[in-house]
């Protein structure tokens, strides 16, 4: 399921990040890498903060739907 759908407070972990080109690239830059556990801090105007390895990463709806979680 992406991370897209969750609510705030919702947590898992990272099955996969799905694309082959630079924003997934990014995303691993940033941590989202398989077997990472993410929690949902909140949510705004499609808009998502996640807490990923004790940081927290604001991210559009684009960006989030690429984050699949188990």
């Known amino acids: 399921m992406p991370i897209s759908l969750f609510n705030k407070g919702d947590s898992g972990t990272i099955a996969k990040i799905l694309g082959k080109d630079a924003a997934r690239t990014h995303l691993e830059s940033l ?33 989030a739907r690429r984050i699949i979680v188990g």
């Open 31 to 63: 941590g989202f890498t398989a077997g990472a556990r993410v929690t949902v801090i909140s949510r705004l105007s499609g808009s998502m903060i996640i807490e990923i390895k004790g940081c927290r990463v604001a991210l559009d709806e684009v960006m």
